[in-house]
């Protein structure tokens, strides 16, 4: 419903920050990373999810689309509500998200605070199968005029972009201009940057 909100920011506080659009300052509930990037008297725009509750209404803002993006996979999880997905994108970037759901890393996604072992389990249960519709055949990944080979760090970077809700369809183009010999992290970071433009 409301896609974003671009305005000048009036007050944060932990957990949360006020960006005053036209006189309406809108609370949006937001991450440690996203906190970070901005700062109280500048502007700013913040992407946003609108929750609705039978109790409340709640607006989630992110500095990025990436982390929009990641935050509302992670909501799909069953037993991953807002605030939990907060405190996981607070700890982590959506590009380390998505490698340890990649490499399966459950001890990595317990250091978010209230997540555990279980709730990471599930997060990475949930998302590989998420992430299996998006695997590729055998031949590679065809794009536009070229084929993206089936070994080294690029389907291991489709994988990953594809826990952030990126199809391989989006990505590829991306992916098959970069240096193949770029690590996952890095081919996820520069796909991401190159696709937010």
């Known amino acids: 419903m409301i896609y974003s909100v671009r305005g000048t920011v009036a007050h944060m506080e932990q957990g949360f920050a006020v960006i005053e659009c036209s006189g309406v300052g809108y609370r949006c509930q937001t991450t440690l990373s996203t906190m970070k990037k901005i700062k109280i008297g500048s502007e700013a725009t913040l992407y946003t999810y609108l929750n609705v509750r039978e109790d409340a209404v709640e607006l989630y803002g992110f500095y990025s689309t990436s982390e929009l993006s990641c935050f509302k996979t992670l909501v799909s999880v069953s037993g991953v509500g807002p605030k939990m997905a907060l405190s996981v994108l607070s700890e982590f970037s959506p590009e380390q998200v998505a490698m340890c759901v990649s490499a399966g890393d459950v001890k990595s996604l317990t250091r978010a605070q209230g997540v555990g072992p279980k709730l990471a389990q599930r997060i990475i249960l949930e998302l590989k199968d998420k992430l299996s519709v998006y695997q590729q055949s055998d031949t590679g990944v065809e794009t ?26 989006d990505v590829t183009p991306v992916l098959s201009r970069l240096d193949q010999s770029l690590s996952v992290t890095e081919l996820i970071s520069e796909t991401l940057k190159r696709m937010g433009r």
């Open 144 to 169: 536009k005029g070229s084929v993206i080979a089936d070994t080294g760090n690029i389907p291991k970077a489709v994988a990953a972009l594809a826990v952030l809700g990126y199809s391989a369809a």
